[in-house]
């Protein structure tokens, strides 16, 4: 799966990262907490979170996350989009509730991982 399908699928907007939208996401995770994050995620990833700081894009960086989807319509402010731009980390904005979108993700084949 692609950034863009995650896109498309989830109905969300690029806030950064359009450049990227080809990049493939084999694996998913859908967290708040980044120590949870950190535990879990295998690269390629794509994360699905309400966390708007800059913790969510430290997080994504060192674990080789490609992509960040904020869920429930949230945007992060610009000094975090910008750190985004600097890392070459996508993010997107779904107005879907973390549930909802991870659920279309696992039914249009993407999974957790190990």
């Known amino acids: 799966m692609t950034v863009s399908d995650i896109k498309n699928l989830l109905g969300a907007s690029f806030l950064c990262g359009e450049d990227h939208a080809d990049r493939e996401v084999h694996t998913?995770?859908?967290s708040d907490m980044m120590s949870d994050v950190l535990a879990f995620v295998k690269d390629q990833s794509v994360l699905l979170t309400g966390l708007c700081n800059p913790q969510s894009v430290r997080t994504a960086e060192m674990m080789d996350i490609v992509c960040i989807v904020f869920v429930r319509g949230k945007t992060p402010d610009e000094s975090v989009i910008e750190l985004a731009k600097e890392r070459k980390?996508?993010?997107l904005s779904t107005p879907m509730?973390?549930?909802a979108a991870?659920?279309?993700l696992y039914e249009n084949g993407?999974?957790?991982g190990e």
Do not use: D, Q
Request: glycine letters at 20%; charged letters at 15%.
């Open 89 to 91: 980390i996508v993010l």
């Open 102 to 104: 991870c659920g279309i």
């Open 97 to 99: 509730r973390m549930f």
């Open 110 to 112: 993407l999974r957790g």
């Open 28 to 30: 998913a995770c859908g």
